[in-house]
């Protein structure tokens, strides 16, 4: 049923606009184009910039490409919002261009945000002083996938998505994802969410997503808008840009703000002391980065968002000023780099030996590329990680998410299901399975948990303080300095994300390889989706300590730039939208 009422509502808001399969391609001349599935930022403020399509041409082509495959032909299920305005506010932002008022990289470029991240307005009138979109609030919501919060407003945009006004960029709609950031239960399928219904992978039929930036990591991956943004409490940005044969950014906790409501939190940390307009999980380790489909492009997006916010604390601990990331990207930044591999937690027997054998190939090329490969090079806290890590951090995301949540939702500006605490969130499920809890998607035990929890005491903040400790100082930091190391490289793994999520430190994922065609799909936990199977990817990642985003996107672009992988293989033809400009 729920599926039903979204395909019905996206369906008929591009039918009253105006958006057919037949027309919704823009009307500019037959020229070199660029290819909307691999476009760059570069690539479409050339044309943009020679007049080539308009950023009304480009909302319309992506609109387009979303309309074929979202709900239609393989039912992807990555989009859940398109922007009701999107066509208004690239008009305006056309007219800038015009009136040479361009504001930067971003201007008129189409992106995608994940619908944990708060939207409260899009477009009015341009002040006639000013070159900044004042806003008035119109009806995108921000529900984490849940019916609950359909139709729910917080107080204010989200820090980062003033800051992508500010920048010019359009916001083409709200992505699907693991319904609540894959935290109301980790039995469900992840890029499931009762509203989106179950999104999967472009590169195999029913393929699996990963979560849970899920919707924003496949609409990436095909073409179905610019960039995208995510949010990472554990992994939620790296294991679908992994998945999925992209970039993802997990920004160290601070460098970008998950705030922007009206009332403050109260909590332990300063970290805490957020105004939350994104549906929190852990205010220790919520993060918003980017989902590109190139490390360049993730530069230049991360750019865009980072930078302090009076009203997230954690932003006020960052290095100022923040470089230009853009300006690391060299493609012999490997050269002389010390490159240690933490075999110990991060690949073990539960390694897929694909994985491992184009990991082991990895760092010979970066060796040949000048880099000096430490292997191994594992934690000192590696054995008390595998003791007691990660039962700490699932500890202290369930009290931080009764505490965190309790707060977004007491401080929302409407909330027509009239959920305002975690218990009124669990009833609501409760009273409403036809709409939260289809077959095979009826658990919420890690909400239940959650709810049983009772704040911090002085035990719980030990633990929160040996949790960070392990996976930061006597983890990550440790190792770096016992082997003079520049950063930590490994294929993508969930204890590895679990390290630096417990940190809070930074990791960029690029992609490493496919899984060969003579695989046998194997369907995930028992669940509707299959991984692994014939040509799914699977990424590497490079980590290291906090605020060390400029060292590791230099080195990821050279790696990137060397290998090229992105580009090996593309996703299953029926997945691959047709519209361009």
């Not at 980790?186 to 997503?209: C, R, V």
């Not at 040996?466 to 082997?483: F, P």
């Amino acid at each position: 049923m729920q599926a039903r009422l979204k395909e019905w509502f996206l369906s008929n808001w591009l039918y009253r606009n105006g958006y057919t399969s037949t027309n919704i391609s823009s009307t500019v001349p037959a020229r070199e184009l660029p290819d909307l599935y691999e476009a760059t930022v570069a690539e479409l403020q050339d044309g943009l910039d020679s007049n080539r399509f308009s950023s009304v041409d480009l909302v319309k082509a992506y609109i387009g490409r979303i309309e074929e495959v979202n709900l239609k032909g393989p039912a992807l299920r990555a989009v859940l919002e398109i922007n009701p305005v999107a066509v208004e506010q690239a008009s305006q932002l056309d007219k800038e261009r015009r009136s040479n008022r361009k504001r930067g990289p971003l201007h008129g470029i189409p992106l995608l945000l994940k619908i944990r991240i708060g939207l409260t307005v899009t477009l009015s009138p341009a002040d006639e002083a000013s070159v900044r979109l004042k806003s008035h609030a119109v009806g995108m919501s921000t529900t984490a996938g849940s019916f609950a919060l359909q139709d729910s407003i917080p107080p204010k945009d989200a820090g980062v998505v003033t800051k992508l006004r500010e920048a010019g960029a359009v916001i083409l709609g709200k992505a699907n994802l693991s319904e609540f950031g894959q935290f109301r239960s980790h039995k469900l399928t992840g890029g499931w969410s009762a509203l989106g219904g179950q999104g999967t992978n472009a590169y195999y039929p029913n393929g699996d997503t990963c979560g849970s930036s899920s919707g924003s990591a496949v609409a990436v991956s095909i073409g179905l808008c610019a960039l995208a943004l995510g949010t990472d409490t554990t992994g939620s940005i790296t294991f679908p840009a992994s998945r999925n044969n992209i970039v993802g950014i997990k920004p160290t906790v601070g460098l970008t703000s998950r705030a922007g409501g009206s009332l403050t939190l109260d909590s332990i940390l300063v970290f805490a002391h957020i105004k939350i307009p994104v549906v929190p999980i852990s205010s220790h380790q919520d993060t918003v980065g980017p989902l590109t489909r190139s490390v360049t492009d993730a530069a230049i997006l991360l750019s865009a968002i980072a930078g302090p916010d009076p009203n997230d604390n954690a932003t006020s601990s960052q290095p100022f000023p923040l470089p230009k990331y853009i300006d690391a990207l060299d493609p012999n930044s490997l050269a002389g780099k010390r490159i240690g591999v933490p075999r110990k937690v991060f690949i073990d027997s539960e390694t897929h030996p694909v994985i491992i054998a184009a990991f082991e190939d990895s760092l010979e090329i970066m060796r040949k590329m000048g880099a000096i490969i430490v292997d191994p090079a594992d934690l000192p806290s590696a054995d008390d990680l595998i003791k007691n890590g990660w039962m700490d951090e699932e500890l202290i995301c369930l009290v931080d998410f009764k505490i965190d949540i309790n707060k977004y939702l007491s401080e929302l500006k409407e909330s027509p299901s009239g959920v305002r605490t975690l218990e009124d969130l669990i009833k609501f499920i409760e009273g409403h399975p036809d709409l939260e809890q289809p077959r095979g998607y009826e658990d919420q035990s890690v909400f239940l948990e959650s709810n049983n929890t009772a704040g911090y005491n002085a035990e719980l903040l030990e633990i929160l303080e040996r949790k960070t400790r392990l996976s930061g100082e006597q983890g990550i930091d440790a190792v770096l300095s016992k082997y003079n190391l520049d950063a930590l490289v490994a294929p993508h793994s969930t204890f590895q994300a679990a390290v630096s999520a417990n940190a809070g430190y930074p990791m960029i994922q690029v992609p490493l390889g496919f899984f060969p065609d003579d695989t046998l799909p194997a369907a995930l936990d028992d669940g509707p989706t299959f991984y692994p199977a014939p040509g799914t990817p699977f990424g590497i990642s490079f980590f290291a300590s906090a605020w060390s985003e400029y060292q590791l996107l230099g080195m990821a672009y050279a790696f990137e730039q060397k290998t090229q992988t992105r580009l090996k293989r593309r996703a299953y033809t029926k997945a691959i939208p047709s519209t361009q400009l």
